[in-house]
């Protein structure tokens, strides 16, 4: 899949198939956020993957806003180092990992903001570490369409030179 295909492709998944997702593709979607760019190549994450079912279901209980992270083929916990560009470098690998993710048909969807403290026993992250989100991952459980998203119009988002002058 072309990136730009996978860009205005990509939804948002929130049930997922019992199905496993192959170990190289694991990788690949790892891999994507190991080579993202970030500011200063800094770096400052860490990639947690989680597969076994247990502790799966324990993180969809911990995070109230993603209970079917339960259900997941497997979760990335993104933890980020003390960095003033930790969130967006982080982000910008979230991101990567999960457009990897839908162009070899694993949906994802993004899972809590920081403010994920009840997760660090869970996987001994370190104090001076910050879970900014979890992103479980696994095969739709639905079939979803690609490309049928409710957007704003380009015109309505975006200007040419200065702000509120037409993009065209």
Known sequence: MEVFDAVSTVLAVRGYQNKQVPEDVIRRIIEAGRLTASSQNGQPWHFILVEKRETLQQLGSLATSGRYTAEAAFAIVVVIGQSRFGVSDGSRAIQSMMLTAWAEGVGSNWVGFRGLDSVRPLLKIPDDMEILAIVPFG?????????KKNRKSLAEVASRERFGQPFS
């Open 139 to 147: 095969y739709p459980a639905k079939r979803i369409g690609r490309g």
